[in-house]
């Protein structure tokens, strides 16, 4: 079974400072994708960055990138520069093929003016 | 991305009643997922919704407490049946594929926010 777990239930950063969130796996797939969603009180989920497993580079979007490290089936996200409208509820996500996803119980991250 | 229109967006329902939600998609997709987030949880899989055939529903739920329609490739419903005050949760639709076809990505609706009394 594939479990995905984030250790970090909430966090809080300074406006324009860097923060980490961490999620961990657990997979015996060898071929898959991970995402990091957002979820802002407007409750649309939102997606940040996603991550193929087989390409070892590691995605960036903008002021996000994640740190992939398949051996560890670690993948966390670096949000930079942090803004006031990245408060939000942020979930990883691992997919394998037929598209079945799972999702992380989320850490709630606040940005302090 | 694939754009995702849901409604109602909330609704308060009595207990024992029914509320069917619906969900368009702005390019046909093969697969249609319902999911529901409960109060300070992460999202859980109710079922797949395939265009022609019966949804197939995740451990814990039934088609009797949430039938699914999927009558074409845009659209697909919801209904939450018989409802008590532990169905209050939020039920996102999402697809996995966007308008070019790749099918790695999910895609979600702004939800539904469900309070039974």
């Known amino acids: 079974a594939q479990t995905v777990t984030q250790s970090q239930p909430e966090m809080s950063v300074q406006e324009a400072e860097t923060v980490t969130l961490s999620c961990t796996y657990d997979?015996?797939?060898?071929?898959?994708?991970l995402f990091w969603y957002k979820q802002p009180p407007s409750r649309q989920m939102i997606l940040v960055i996603r991550?193929?497993?087989?390409?070892?580079q590691n995605a960036t979007e903008n002021r996000f990138s994640v740190n992939f490290q398949k051996a560890a089936k670690s993948f966390s996200l670096k949000i930079s520069d942090s803004q006031l409208g990245d408060t939000a509820m942020y979930f990883c996500?691992?997919?394998?093929?037929?598209?079945?996803?799972?999702f992380g119980t989320g850490t709630s991250l606040t940005v302090i003016p | 991305s694939a754009v995702i229109s849901q409604k109602p967006s909330r609704d308060i329902c009595q207990r024992g009643t029914s509320l069917t939600i619906q969900c368009q998609v702005d390019?046909?997709?093969?697969?249609m997922f319902w999911y529901r987030q409960q109060p300070g949880q992460s999202l859980t899989l109710i079922a797949t919704?395939?265009?022609?055939?019966?949804?197939?529903?995740e451990s814990g739920f039934v088609i009797d407490k949430f039938p699914i329609s999927r009558p074409n490739l845009t659209f697909s419903t919801l209904t939450v049946s018989n409802m008590s005050p532990e169905d209050s949760s939020i039920y996102l639709c999402?697809?996995?594929?966007?308008?070019?076809?790749?099918?790695?990505?999910?895609?979600f609706g702004s939800g539904t926010q469900l309070s039974v009394l």
């Open positions: 390019s046909q997709v093969t697969m």
């Open positions: 997979t015996s797939e060898n071929n898959y994708y």
């Open positions: 919704a395939n265009q022609g055939s019966e949804a197939t529903y």
């Open positions: 996500a691992f997919m394998k093929r037929g598209n079945q996803f799972y």
């Open positions: 999402s697809v996995a594929q966007d308008p070019q076809g790749a099918r790695e990505k999910l895609f």
């Open positions: 991550q193929e497993a087989y390409k070892q």
